[in-house]
């Protein structure tokens, strides 16, 4: 297996990861009284956002040749940094 192929299929594992983060979020805002569904609704947004954005990065990173695959991956880390702040952040605020 190739370092990027490496690289794609632990990326893809925290997408994963994520996406059952984000999961665990709905249900509880699903439990929450309204004032605090719009708080998870927020932050939900942010979170699919930025999920999306990471996403997107990965999927060129893994139509990119591998001689430019080393750029793009720079770009999907930027991504990967912002995405898991927000991550961080939502999960702090609304445990």
Request: net charge negative.
């Given at each position: 297996?190739?370092?990027?192929?490496?690289?794609?299929?632990?990326?893809?594992?925290?997408?994963?990861?994520?996406?059952?983060?984000?999961?665990?979020?709905?249900?509880?805002?699903?439990?929450?009284?309204?004032?605090?569904?719009?708080?998870?609704?927020?932050?939900?947004?942010?979170?699919?956002?930025?999920?999306?954005?990471?996403k997107e990065k990965?999927?060129?990173?893994?139509?990119?040749?591998?001689?430019?695959?080393?750029?793009?991956?720079?770009?999907?880390?930027?991504?990967?940094?912002?995405?898991?702040?927000?991550?961080?952040?939502a999960m702090s605020?609304?445990?």
């Amino acid at each position: 297996m190739t370092e990027k192929q490496q690289y794609i299929d632990k990326a893809k594992a925290r997408l994963e990861q994520w996406d059952a983060e984000i999961d665990k979020l709905k249900a509880r805002m699903d439990e929450a009284g309204a004032d605090a569904r719009i708080k998870y609704r927020e932050e939900l947004d942010d979170l699919r956002k930025r999920r999306t954005e990471a996403k997107e990065k990965l999927s060129k990173l893994a139509e990119a040749g591998d001689d430019a695959w080393d750029d793009i991956r720079h770009g999907l880390e930027e991504a990967w940094d912002k995405a898991e702040a927000s991550f961080k952040k939502a999960m702090s605020r609304l445990g």
